[in-house]
């Protein structure tokens, strides 16, 4: 039931993600921050994850299960892993609506010569959302941040 709830959800985001594409072609596939329907700056979601620390926290999680995972794990094995989780942190923060700003490289540019593929990409997926489980973040706030990190997909799988 959750597999099919999480794929519903992520077919949901393409869409959504389709939709934005169509609206905004020449828009560069930076992260942006949460706004709600009325169109006013929002950081529930923010709130929700535990702020800063709670990010720091579900990093942490999520870096130790990337790096065990058979997928992922020569991805983030021999990477920085502690600067990737900061500026996952920071990414994850301004998403959300939180008070961050994402100074790193662009997701494109980071991830071009990696060559990862939709397992790939999937297998991180499932990694985050067992730590977002571990770290008892509620299933509906777990898929508020899956839909706003869907749209990332289209620069960051290369094969």
Do not use: W
């Not at 020449?26 to 992260?31: N, R, V």
């Not at 990477?79 to 994850?92: H, M, P, S, W």
């Amino acid at each position: 039931m959750k597999n099919a709830l999480i794929a519903a959800t992520v077919a949901c985001a393409a869409m959504l993600s389709a939709i934005i594409t169509v609206r905004a072609q020449t828009a560069p596939a930076a992260p942006m921050p949460t706004v709600s329907m009325d169109g006013t700056h929002s950081d529930a979601l923010y709130r929700t994850f535990g702020e800063k620390p709670g990010l720091v926290k579900l990093m942490d999680d999520f870096m130790t299960r990337l790096v065990a995972d058979p997928v992922t794990g020569p991805f983030f094995g021999p990477a920085n892993q502690t600067r990737i989780k900061a500026e996952l942190v920071d990414q994850f923060c301004q998403l959300m609506g939180g008070p961050c700003t994402y100074t790193g490289v662009d997701m494109k540019t980071i991830h071009a010569s990696l060559g990862i593929n939709k397992a790939d990409f999937n297998a991180l997926v499932e990694e985050l959302q067992h730590a977002m489980d571990d770290q008892g973040i509620p299933f509906r706030d777990q898929n508020k941040l899956l839909a706003l990190l869907a749209p990332m997909h289209r620069v960051i799988i290369t094969q």
